[in-house]
């Protein structure tokens, strides 16, 4: 069965701190994140996840403005339905 589950960006620390890890990008990689949605402007990419979407060959598939705001999405691969 498939399951959705929402990870903040924030999440790198508390993560690493909870599972006691010595590395950012391990929480990543314990997630495993399917879809990276950047909201521009509100929010930024750790070093942990920055390095988690170069790992595993993110893209960026979309681009959307949303009241004024931009959405980008990446994926490993874009084509996804």
Excluded at 20 to 32: A, I, Y
Excluded at 39 to 59: C, I, K, N, S
Excluded at 73 to 78: A, N, P
């Amino acid at each position: 069965p498939s399951s959705t589950n929402l990870v903040s960006f924030a999440a790198e620390a508390s993560g690493m701190k909870r599972w006691k890890l010595s590395e950012p990008v391990e929480v990543w990689e314990r997630v495993q994140p399917t879809v990276v949605i950047e909201v521009r402007g509100q929010m930024h990419f750790d070093p942990g996840l920055q390095a988690y979407m170069a790992q595993e060959t993110f893209q960026r598939c979309q681009s959307l403005n949303v009241l004024d705001t931009e959405v980008v999405i990446y994926r490993q691969v874009c084509d996804m339905p």
